[in-house]
């Protein structure tokens, strides 16, 4: 059985990821990128399927972990009745080939220590051909993949693993080195471990030490911004949502989906984050990943892409993997890019507007393809769409849609005049009337008191929280005050918030799933507009409760298994916690931010 997946800490090098658990298991390594075939799958099956242990050789009386400040670099602490070490684990920052570097410290007495390295490529489907080279070093090649292994400890071949058992004394280190690289290529040349640390640390405390929040949450707020550098995709500039694929929403089910691609959502959402904690090189860099991946034209735009703006990202089922605790099936790849998500066209606006407002340059190319995209949701804003949770059930009218629709329109606005830009403004400014007023007339449902789900229904749906959050209407509206008292009333279990009622709203899926962390800091967002500031920074520590020892959120929470689910860690959680914190001590820069910057033209709804 994999490990419960709070007990997962996170190494990167902003090219791929590794999940390490408190044992000391490496069980996730896609490589040499987020979207690679993954060489550890343990995760989502057991040891057989790939993985890389190193332990002490008798059980530890104590695990202890935490990240050095400001870093990636992960400290396990085991505590033996012999003495103590500590395992220091994390990913060489480089541009050349992929380093995995464990380094085993003994800092008490003399500790027996065991390493097992399961290699298996392929998810975990195909045993690599393993050969020891002259120089001491094992060479494990599939196919096109090869990885090397280097330590000073004394390993062998065992039922197609390799092993080895060591003792360490006080003082003493054994380092491991693991790289990837092309198989036709020469073996990489080596690396020093302890250079490779201290240029590792000084990579992540230099970025974290940019961060421009000053609040009382200040370490917490750096620690998601290092996720969400951490889960950038360097070369391109692309965000992915997650570094797994397949951890359930359900445990046992199957809303079981892969999240190591692009989505514009997830990803702008990211974006407006970095931009606010000052970090515009990051910010630039996906403007310009966004660019290209939409470059196809605006009938084309998807709402997810590849770490290089792949437009293809064809759904596979992987059969001969368990899932996580049993949870099948297994999915590569996700069919959701075929799917109209008309909010996408709000996001993507609203975040190069905000990118003009933050300073960053924009050249005509970028504003001729917001035109057009504007242009084309024009013409299909009042079609209905799968939206923001992307259901599988047949496409709807979406308040939520409606809502981003009419957002993509404003920003455009904005831009046009703030910036002098040129477009057709009256055309736009009535088309913004037309959607808002749509929107107020078929959102909001006077029986439930509170904008819904979707035209014409009276389920609830926790996206409406973006409503004031996005401008759409101030948070004191009287029907935005009615849809936040409706959601606390009816869409919250244990004090956290649900995407949506399953057992009322058809997704196409099978009913269960935890409650979507976003959702939780979104209320919280509104409690702060709404001026309720203790109520929103109780819910707020609430939710830092549920991070992982390492500071760490899951996509979900399972309020009644108390524990975290789905794939992990994930950008929206963490973009989440860092928003709220920052609203609540910057509450007059977001009511600016959220402020109309032009009169509404007679006849728009208010």
């Not at 029907?479 to 936040?484: K, L």
């Not at 789905?566 to 929206?572: A, E, K, L, S, Y």
Request: aromatic share 8%; charged share 25%.
């Amino acid at each position: 059985m994999p490990a419960r997946i709070e007990d997962y800490a996170l190494i990167g090098d902003c090219r791929s990821a590794a999940l390490v658990a408190r044992d000391g298991s490496v069980d996730w390594l896609c490589w040499p990128h987020f979207d690679s075939d993954a060489c550890f799958a343990a995760l989502l099956g057991g040891p057989e399927h790939g993985r890389w242990l190193i332990s002490p050789a008798d059980p530890p009386a104590r695990i202890r972990r935490r990240y050095r400040d400001k870093t990636l670099i992960l400290e396990t602490d085991f505590e033996t009745e012999e003495g103590s070490v500590t395992l220091i684990d994390f990913m060489h920052i480089s541009a050349g080939h992929p380093h995995l570097v464990r380094l085993a410290t003994c800092r008490r007495g003399k500790v027996a220590m065991r390493s097992e390295l399961v290699m298996r490529l392929g998810y975990g489907a195909v045993v690599p051909w393993v050969t020891r080279m002259e120089d001491g070093s094992l060479r494990a090649i599939a196919g096109p993949d090869m990885l090397t292994l280097r330590t000073t400890a004394p390993i062998k071949g065992e039922d197609l693993r390799t092993v080895a058992t060591f003792s360490i004394e006080e003082g003493e280190t054994v380092p491991f080195t693991l790289t990837y690289s092309r198989s036709h290529l020469p073996l990489p040349s080596p690396i020093d471990p302890d250079a490779s640390l201290r240029q590792t640390e000084e990579f992540w405390r230099s970025w974290a030490e940019r961060c421009r929040y000053e609040g009382p949450w200040a370490e917490i707020v750096v620690r998601s911004h290092i996720v969400l550098k951490a889960l950038t995709f360097a070369p391109t500039g692309g965000i992915v949502a997650a570094p797994t694929t397949s951890l359930p929403e359900r445990i046992g089910g199957v809303r079981n989906w892969d999240y190591r691609f692009c989505w514009l959502r997830d990803a702008t959402f990211a974006l407006l984050s970095l931009m606010n904690a000052g970090y515009f090189d990051e910010a630039k860099a996906w403007r310009d990943w966004l660019l290209r991946a939409v470059a196809a034209g605006p009938t084309k735009i998807q709402s997810l892409y590849g770490l290089n703006g792949e437009r293809r990202l064809t759904e596979l089922e992987l059969s001969w993997l368990p899932g996580y605790e049993g949870s099948r099936p297994v999915r590569i790849g996700n069919a959701a890019h075929h799917q109209l998500q008309l909010d996408v066209f709000g996001e993507v606006m609203d975040a190069l507007y905000q990118a003009r407002t933050g300073g960053l340059a924009a050249d005509e190319t970028s504003w001729a393809l917001q035109r057009a995209l504007v242009g084309h949701l024009e013409a299909i804003w009042s079609e209905p769409d799968e939206g923001v949770w992307e259901v599988r059930g047949g496409r709807r009218h979406f308040t939520h849609s409606k809502v981003m629709a009419w957002v993509a329109v404003d920003r455009m606005i904005r831009s046009t005049v703030e910036f002098r830009l040129d477009g057709p403004l009256d055309r736009w400014q009535s088309l913004r009337n037309e959607i808002h007023a749509d929107v107020c007339r078929n959102g909001f449902d006077p029986r439930t008191g509170a904008f819904v789900r979707c035209y014409g229904g009276r389920e609830l749906d926790a996206s409406c929280l973006l409503i004031p959050l996005v401008g759409f209407l101030p948070a004191r509206d009287p029907r935005v005050r009615s849809t936040v008292e409706a959601v606390e009333r009816d869409l919250m279990a244990d004090g956290l918030v649900l995407r949506y009622d399953p057992a009322a709203a058809d997704d196409g899926l099978p009913r269960g799933e935890g409650a979507f962390v976003a959702c939780t800091f979104w209320l919280a967002d509104n409690l702060v507009l709404l001026g309720r500031r203790r109520e929103a920074r109780r819910l707020f520590e609430r939710m830092l409760d549920l991070r992982n020892d390492v500071g760490l959120l899951a996509e979900q929470y399972d309020v009644q298994g108390r524990r975290q689910l789905g794939n992990f860690p994930h950008v929206f959680s963490h973009v989440g916690l860092a928003e709220t914190a920052r609203n609540l001590t910057e509450l007059d820069k977001r009511a600016r931010q959220l402020a109309p910057s032009l009169p509404k033209r007679a006849g728009e709804q208010q």
